[in-house]
């Protein structure tokens, strides 16, 4: 697995892990919304989307707008200092950072999808040799934003997903110049399970997807 998908590896993990982590805080959140939705007849049970709304974010709330639903959640997760899953000159890598993350998906009167943006900010993953982050490091940060369109409402096999904006961008963490450029846009093949794998058409300088040893190497030239 190359560094760019542990990167997304690392997120979605930490995410489960934080959301189990906070169970009960999430089931006393939802306990307003089910409130709400007693007395606002505009609010939709989020159980009722297809495909299933993603579990990671959640609590999702959703309400009629117009002919239709949209439903929205926030995301926040953080990692201090854990294994990253690469290895330089035999050497264990560590991270640490935070991902931030706002999505909004609109859907059908029926709610079947249509659209989802993710708008995502990744302040800086800092990367180290040492287990306390002591040494040299380097830094990738990301701010941009996810677009899925359905060609089929609710079908996630006709969903295309873009990526528009500051998708990688690294340096030592001691400043000079970027090392790394991953900017503008990228749309991949159509399909779900295409997602961050075939790329079908981009614009701009893109290191990491022209290059899947992009990031390992710089990583491990940065810290060795």
């Given at each position: 697995?190359?560094?760019?998908?542990?990167?997304?590896?690392?997120?979605?993990?930490?995410?489960?892990?934080?959301?189990?982590?906070?169970?009960?805080?999430?089931?006393?959140?939802?306990?307003?919304?089910?409130?709400?939705?007693?007395?606002?007849?505009?609010?939709v049970?989020?159980?009722?989307?297809?495909?299933?709304?993603?579990?990671?974010?959640?609590?999702?709330?959703?309400?009629?707008?117009?002919?239709?639903?949209?439903?929205?959640?926030?995301?926040?997760?953080?990692?201090?200092?854990?294994?990253?899953?690469?290895?330089?000159?035999?050497?264990r890598v560590?991270?640490?950072?935070?991902?931030?993350?706002?999505?909004?998906?609109w859907?059908?009167?029926?709610?079947?999808?249509?659209?989802?943006?993710?708008?995502?900010?990744?302040?800086?993953?800092?990367?180290?040799?040492?287990?306390?982050?002591?040494?040299?490091?380097?830094?990738?940060?990301?701010?941009?934003?996810?677009?899925?369109?359905?060609?089929?409402?609710?079908?996630p096999?006709?969903?295309?997903?873009?990526?528009i904006?500051?998708?990688?961008?690294?340096?030592?963490?001691?400043?000079?110049?970027?090392?790394?450029?991953?900017?503008?846009?990228?749309?991949?093949?159509?399909?779900?399970?295409?997602?961050?794998?075939?790329v079908?058409?981009?614009?701009?300088?893109?290191?990491?997807?022209?290059?899947?040893?992009?990031?390992?190497?710089?990583?491990?030239?940065?810290?060795?």
């Open positions: 697995m190359n560094a760019s998908a542990l990167l997304r590896t690392t997120r979605r993990r930490n995410r489960r892990r934080v959301l189990a982590a906070a169970g009960a805080l999430a089931a006393t959140a939802l306990l307003p919304a089910t409130t709400a939705g007693a007395a606002n007849p505009n609010q049970d989020p159980a009722q989307m297809v495909p299933t709304l993603n579990p990671d974010v959640a609590p999702w709330t959703c309400f009629e707008t117009g002919g239709g639903v949209t439903c929205r959640a926030s995301s926040q997760e953080s990692y201090t200092n854990e294994p990253f899953g690469l290895q330089c000159d035999g050497q560590y991270i640490t950072g935070r991902f931030d993350q706002q999505w909004t998906r859907h059908t009167a029926d709610g079947r999808a249509t659209k989802t943006s993710v708008h995502s900010a990744s302040p800086g993953d800092v990367f180290s040799l040492s287990p306390t982050g002591d040494g040299p490091s380097f830094t990738i940060s990301g701010h941009f934003n996810r677009h899925y369109v359905y060609a089929v409402p609710g079908d096999s006709s969903r295309t997903l873009t990526e904006g500051a998708i990688y961008l690294g340096r030592s963490s001691d400043g000079g110049p970027l090392l790394l450029h991953d900017v503008g846009r990228v749309t991949f093949a159509q399909g779900a399970e295409f997602e961050f794998e075939v079908a058409s981009s614009g701009g300088i893109h290191d990491a997807y022209s290059d899947p040893t992009a990031i390992d190497r710089v990583i491990c030239d940065a810290l060795t």
